[in-house]
């Protein structure tokens, strides 16, 4: 079997499974890391817990999308959020669907799988859980953030480096 063909059988299937498996796997482990700071750490909201000298724990909720934005001041504005970001998630398993290059497909599967992870939490709690705070001294470039955040922003990155380097 040729190197060519080997490639070849690296059906669409493949691809597409590829980026579901990967939206899967950002799902459980944003939602178990939220699960922990919630519930068995017990840590409470604005608390901080010093991790290392740049990185901290502290929950906060967030009743906004990305960095605030769009804040939901009620069930009328959460829901519309939901909606929001559901269309979203659903234009990227089209995406997903459409894709033929495996890399591609991971890291929109990185997008998707944040992006259900924090659907998840806006419908069960209301709001999206943050805790990772990466910071510099008293500089914080970052807002407090999540796992599921840290997966859009990779597979957002990733897809940005994709099409700068690729010839199509």
């Known amino acids: 079997m040729t190197q060519k063909t080997i490639?070849?059988?690296?059906?669409t299937n493949?691809?597409?499974?590829?980026?579901?498996?990967?939206a899967l796997l950002a799902f459980?482990?944003?939602?178990?890391?939220k699960y922990y700071v919630t519930y068995p750490l017990a840590l409470p909201e604005r608390m901080e817990i010093q991790i290392l000298p740049i990185f901290q724990l502290k929950w906060v909720l967030n009743y906004g999308i990305s960095m605030g934005f769009l804040t939901a001041g009620s069930d009328v504005g959460r829901w519309i959020l939901v909606g929001l970001t559901a269309a979203i998630a659903l234009a990227v398993v089209i995406l997903i669907l459409r894709e033929k290059h495996f890399f591609s497909a991971m890291a929109l599967?990185?997008?998707?799988?944040?992006?259900?992870?924090?659907i998840t939490?806006?419908?069960r709690a209301g709001a999206v859980v943050d805790f990772l705070d990466l910071h510099f001294g008293n500089l914080h470039p970052f807002l407090v953030f999540n796992v599921a955040d840290a997966a859009i922003s990779c597979g957002v990155a990733f897809l940005i480096l994709r099409s700068l380097w690729s010839k199509n």
Do not use: T
Request: aromatic share 10%; hydrophobic share 45%; proline share 0%.
């Open 7 to 11: 490639l070849s059988d690296l059906s």
């Open 14 to 22: 493949n691809v597409r499974g590829a980026g579901f498996l990967v």
């Open 28 to 33: 459980c482990f944003d939602q178990f890391s």
């Open 109 to 118: 599967g990185l997008v998707l799988g944040g992006a259900i992870g924090n």
């Open 121 to 123: 939490d806006r419908i």
